[in-house]
Nanobody
Framework: QVQLVESGGGLVQAGGSLRLSCAASGRTFSSYAMGWFRQAPGKEREFVAAISWGGGTTSYADSLKGRFTISRDNAKNTLYLQMNSLKPEDTAVYYC?????????????????WGQGTQVTVSS
C-alpha cells in the first residue's frame, strides 16, 4: 500500500510560481512511476505530467510544456511539480498519483494510488 500527501498549493497571482510536493510512504518509492493530475471545477480530471521510476523519462501535457517541470527525489520519497508563469486557467486541485508500473503514463487508469489533492488558485 502507498500513502501520498500533497503540499505546496495556495493562492498566487498570474505570472507567479509554485512548487508542489508529494510525500510518499509505504511501498518502495523508487519502484513505480509517478504522475500529477489536476481537476478544475466542473471539469474532468486531466493529465499534467508523469515521471518514470528513476526519473529518466518525463511526459507532459502539451499545453503545459515549458512552464511545468516534474521531478522526483527517491532518497526523500518525494515527488515535485514546479509550476512557473501560472495562469488563471491553471486553477485546480492538483493530485499526485502512484503508477502501476515503472513507466511514465498519461492515463489516469495507469495509476493505482492517489493523494487527497492540494488546491492551486491563480488570480488574474
Amino acid at each position: 500500500q502507498v500513502q501520498l500527501v500533497e503540499s505546496g498549493g495556495g493562492l498566487v497571482q498570474a505570472g507567479g510560481s509554485l512548487r508542489l510536493s508529494c510525500a510518499a510512504s509505504g511501498r518502495t518509492f523508487s519502484s513505480y512511476a509517478m504522475g500529477w493530475f489536476r481537476q478544475a471545477p466542473g471539469k474532468e480530471r486531466e493529465f499534467v505530467a508523469a515521471i518514470s521510476w528513476g526519473g529518466g523519462t518525463t511526459s507532459y501535457a502539451d499545453s503545459l510544456k515549458g512552464r511545468f517541470t516534474i521531478s522526483r527525489d527517491n532518497a526523500k520519497n518525494t515527488l515535485y511539480l514546479q509550476m512557473n508563469s501560472l495562469k488563471p486557467e491553471d486553477t485546480a486541485v492538483y493530485y499526485c498519483a502512484g503508477g502501476r508500473g515503472r513507466v511514465a503514463r498519461i492515463s489516469a487508469s495507469e495509476y493505482m494510488y492517489w493523494g487527497q489533492g492540494t488546491q492551486v488558485t491563480v488570480s488574474s
